[in-house]
């Protein structure tokens, strides 16, 4: 029985390997000189006016759906997002298999791990500050508002957000393969099952919204 078991366990790595790099090469739907235009605008605004946090992240969203208005959903659900010792917020505006676009930060001082990720991650801190330790360096960088970062596929970094740190964050990649890290803490060591629940319900739904509009 061992031969015939680790026959059907290869073969199902096997699938999930190559679905996996299938999704890897799906085009995206969305681009940074989008998301660099809409912060742009935004900053430009603020200089002008200076902008609260909440008129800060409205405009993002009436922004982003005013460019796509079948894959950004406008709604104030936020949600915790425990993940590689961070204690953030997440409000998740755009998911499927490939790509998802997403406003998060936190209220309070919070340090973690990025995690390592089979996807890219491109973010724009609109407020707030930012310290990002590089896997490798002897130095840190520090951020500011309306200053962008992007972070490779399979690159680990710290981050250390002080309270009330803010931002817009595009991901593309497999992102089934970030759920097991962005749910872990809630699973294990918070043990929090109905925050679990609640993202899994959420990114469900708007992945499976992305799926009938026939985007992967």
């Known amino acids: ?73 406008i709604h104030d659900e936020w949600l915790f997002n425990l993940a590689g010792g961070f204690k953030t917020g997440l409000l998740l505006l755009h998911a499927s298999l490939t790509e998802y676009v997403a406003i998060w930060g936190s209220a309070v001082d919070t340090v973690g791990h990025s995690g390592r990720n089979w996807a890219t991650f491109d973010d724009w801190i609109v407020s707030g500050n930012g310290t990002w330790w590089a896997e490798g360096a002897l130095n840190v960088t520090h951020h500011v508002p309306f200053e962008y970062l992007h972070t490779e596929r399979f690159a680990g970094r710290v981050v250390q957000l002080q309270a009330n740190t803010w931002m817009l964050e595009y991901c593309h990649g497999v992102i089934p393969a970030l759920l097991p890290f962005g749910l872990a803490d809630g699973l294990v060591s918070s043990l929090d099952p109905l925050l679990v629940w609640k993202s899994v319900r959420q990114y469900g739904w708007m992945t499976l919204h992305s799926l009938l509009q026939g985007k992967v």
């Open 1 to 73: 029985m061992r031969f015939p078991s680790l026959t059907v366990a290869v073969v199902l790595l096997s699938l999930l390997f190559g679905s996996f790099l299938y999704l890897d090469r799906a085009p995206p739907t969305f681009n940074k000189q989008q998301f660099q235009s809409i912060i742009n605008t935004i900053s430009q605004q603020h200089t002008t006016t200076p902008l609260t946090l909440n008129q800060t992240i409205t405009l993002l969203q009436h922004h982003l759906h005013t460019l796509h208005p079948t894959h950004i959903h």
